[in-house]
């Protein structure tokens, strides 16, 4: 990018040797072994006759058993919780499918018997405004001082 100087010739360096730092016994990166214990009980002496009529003596040791391994699901968890998930979403869902569907009827029904209430209303008030108005041309009986006794008129 920079055009180089000219002016001067360029250093030479020195090579650089590095000298590797061995490690004293003080210093290794690795604890040193720890001493045995030996069992607080020392176990019995087992021999064994061989067939050839040698006899080969020692102690019994008992096997270490490795501890049994998980079992693992052949399904992970994860998976299983995600079908759940999944199957607990799609049925409500469906509720709420017919839970709108309920609302909705239910706000149809209501719309409907507004207007059957309005038009019942309605049709009162025409035949109380357009009724028969004094009866025309029919006899009217106007009772003043009529006394009422055991369902019979006396004037």
Known sequence: MYPEHTDRAP???APEVHHPT????AMAPYPAPLATVQPHTV???????????RVVTGY???????EPLAAKPAVSRA????????IGFGAVCGGLV?????IAALAALIHQ???LAAVIFGGWVAVQVFG????????????????????HFHG
């Not at 061995?22 to 016994?25: K, M």
């Not at 176990?43 to 009529?53: C, M, N, Q, R, T």
């Not at 019994?60 to 490795?66: F, H, K, R, V, Y």
């Open 11 to 13: 250093a030479v360096r």
């Open 22 to 25: 061995p490690l004293t016994p």
């Open 43 to 53: 176990p019995a002496v087992a021999s064994v006759v061989l067939p050839d009529g």
């Open 60 to 66: 019994a040791i008992t096997p270490i058993q490795p």
């Open 79 to 86: 998976a299983v919780n995600t079908a759940l998930g999944g």
């Open 98 to 102: 017919l839970l709108t569907t309920f």
């Open 113 to 115: 018997l507004i207007i």
């Open 132 to 151: 028969a108005r004094g009866h025309r041309g029919a006899t009217t009986v106007n009772i003043r001082k009529a006394v009422i006794k055991r369902n």
